[in-house]
């Protein structure tokens, strides 16, 4: 007699599952260094925008970036696929590896970068084509042309932006008719359709509504495991909620980085503590 | 450092937990003085007393728990709310202890509270609660641990307390219901002290953010007092 899904289910729980809240379980093969930052720092022009940055992300976690807004932590995050590269004058000093590859080194390809290092930006900006295409536009441009292999990157990647069962039918309409919170997801599926290893993401629910917001954070935690997921967030609780580890950032000083759960609870910094209960002045 | 409304709305609620104190520990005081003159009229007084203590207890922890889910409070905030609401919890049942107390009343008289000090443990004790609440209110972790220190006196009465009556037992012709009597205030005293003494191990944890209530330290506390 086969066991019952019932049965299969209670047996697979342990003790440490019972403790751990479930969107917290250790994540396995992940917990190494995939991003290391040394000394960085990150310049517009003569003045410095982050300050001898030193902080390892792990792999396959999630890492909330948090504070004041101008104090540095979108410029972190976009250095990190060197998206700051576009701003004249931006020039870092200091070291920044992903995995064992100098970010800024000399040989790094910035486009092979951003395919292993994908973004999402907080207003959803999807491409005024359909569905379809602007998932399958990243593949594409990486060479790939078959059209049953596109179809089942596109049909892999909404699914796992949990999107496929609201559009499966309409593939082919514009992806500018789609919702806020629609969008938003079609622009994580389109970053995932080029099988990324890391995250960035940029307030990516400032400009949604709280059920899309929700349905964004539980994308987030389904994807938790998978990829090294680094969010810069105005919204504390979100924070708390999705991240692993946080970063608290003040006038481009990396001030905390602490377990979320550490840092939300008992801060070590005065700084921290008077920014996360809003005693900041 | 800016202080936001939020943060008078905490200080508001610190202030029902000190006035929650102020009334359970006169209710308790008042209880041991009400067994003192057998005086009846008092002990309703104190019945009824309870009952108050109990819907202030109820409703400061609704206000904390509509705190907790309106503002999400983090870090320092959140650890004066928990520490707010688990005080709240010892006090009421402090409150409860007085009552116990009441009940005893018609097995005990002056001469019994004079005989085994009984004013006296519940001074003590009633300091510890009294130490405790204000190390609260300055985040003094000293002043708590202090009175993590003092509920060792109050263990030492109770066993005294204890050895006296199993003396009194072995003699023919001891009013056993009076020593019981004897024996549950006596235990009502000593688990009042023991109430101050989670109150001081709450502060620590609101000061520190550091949970010491069972570090090895209390187990030998409790290895200790099993020689004695």
Redesign the interface.
């Known amino acids: 007699m086969s066991a019952s899904p019932d049965t299969k289910q209670t047996s697979a729980v342990t003790v440490r599952d019972i403790y751990l809240p479930p969107e917290r379980k250790k994540v396995s093969g992940g917990g190494v260094p995939h991003v290391s930052a040394k000394n960085f720092s990150i310049y517009y022009g003569d003045f410095e925008a982050v300050k001898k940055v030193s902080a390892d992300i792990l792999s396959k976690y999630v890492t909330a970036i948090i504070g004041p807004s101008g104090c540095g932590k979108s410029t972190f995050l976009r250095s990190i696929n060197r998206m700051n590269d576009l701003i004249p004058n931006c020039h870092t000093t200091g070291s920044l590896m992903f995995d064992s590859q100098d970010v800024y080194g000399k040989f790094t390809d910035e486009v092979l970068l951003r395919k292993k290092i994908g973004m999402v930006f907080q207003k959803p900006n999807p491409f005024p084509k359909s569905i379809f295409d602007n998932i399958a536009y990243g593949p594409r441009l990486h060479g790939i042309r078959d059209k049953k292999t596109l179809a089942g990157i596109v049909e892999k990647s909404l699914r796992k932006a949990a999107l496929w069962d609201e559009v499966c039918d309409r593939l082919d309409k514009n992806a500018l008719g789609m919702s806020g919170g629609q969008q938003q997801r079609l622009c994580f599926a389109r970053t995932l359709a080029v099988e990324p290893e890391i995250l960035l993401l940029d307030e990516p629910t400032s400009a949604l509504d709280p059920k899309a917001t929700a349905k964004i954070e539980d994308l987030i935690q389904e994807l938790r495991g998978s990829y090294t997921i680094m969010i810069v967030t105005h919204n504390m609780q979100q924070a708390s909620r999705i991240s692993d580890s946080t970063m608290f950032f003040y006038e481009g000083v990396l001030v905390e980085h602490a377990s979320t759960a550490q840092l939300f609870t008992n801060p070590k910094d005065q700084m921290t503590e008077d920014y996360i209960t809003g005693r900041f002045s | ?4 409304p ?2 008078e709305y905490i200080r508001e609620l610190s202030r029902a937990l000190v006035q929650l104190s102020e009334k359970v520990l006169s209710n308790f005081d008042a209880a041991l003085e009400a067994v003192r003159h057998q005086d009846v009229e008092a002990a309703r007084k104190i019945r009824r007393a309870d009952d108050e203590i109990n819907l202030a207890e109820v409703r400061l922890e609704e206000q904390c728990l509509a705190f907790l889910a309106l503002q ?8 004066t709310i928990v520490t707010i609401i688990k005080i709240n919890d010892d006090l009421e049942r402090i409150g409860d202890l007085a009552v116990h107390i009441i009940e005893r009343m018609p097995e005990l008289g002056s001469e019994i509270m004079d005989r085994y000090e009984f004013d006296r443990m519940g001074q003590v004790a009633g300091d510890m609660v009294r130490k405790s609440i204000d190390a609260f209110v300055k985040r003094d972790r000293h002043l708590a641990d202090e009175v993590c220190k003092s509920d060792e006196q109050v263990d030492t009465m109770h066993r005294l307390v204890f050895r006296q009556v199993a003396e009194v037992m072995k003699k023919d012709g001891s009013n056993t219901e009076q020593l019981l009597a004897v024996l549950s205030v006596s235990r009502y005293i000593e688990r009042m002290a023991d109430h101050a003494t989670r109150i001081a191990l709450e502060v620590i944890y609101q000061v ?2 550091e949970i010491v209530r069972h570090s090895d330290d209390a187990f030998e506390k409790l290895i200790q007092s099993l020689r004695d």
Do not use: K
């Not at chain 2, 450092?1 to 936001?4: F, N, P």
């Not at chain 2, 999400?72 to 650890?79: E, G, T, W």
């Open positions: 450092m800016s202080e936001r939020v943060h999400q409070p983090v870090a320092r905030d959140l650890r520190t953010g």
